[in-house]
């Protein structure tokens, strides 16, 4: 008996959601800054991936599942780093020093 290509990675990808989940929610608070720089590193080699797979194909159709999806890994993952950055900055500013205006 053979186990359906689909299900194997399907079940590949459940368990990368849970191993994800417990890994990112047992980081120290002070260590989520360092884990979100690696998370928009990450990002940016899926943007590379995603520009890849959304310009494969054949010229004459442009409306491939691989261009489509291609676009949509585009999209999310700009989003995942524009949010990256912007919890990052937060973080920092939570550890600068409040400096207040002596008059």
Sequence with gaps: MEIDPFIFRFSIFILSIFIGYYVV???TP???TPLMSVTNAISSVI???A???ALAGKNE???DSANIFGFLAIILAAINIFGGFLVTQ???AMYK???K???
């Design 25 to 27: 929610w047992s980081v």
């Design 97 to 99: 020093k409040k400096n």
């Design 61 to 63: 159709n442009i409306f």
């Design 51 to 53: 520009i890849i797979a």
């Design 47 to 49: 943007i590379v991936g």
């Design 90 to 92: 937060r973080m920092l």
């Design 101 to 103: 205006d002596k008059k």
């Design 30 to 32: 002070s260590l989520h």
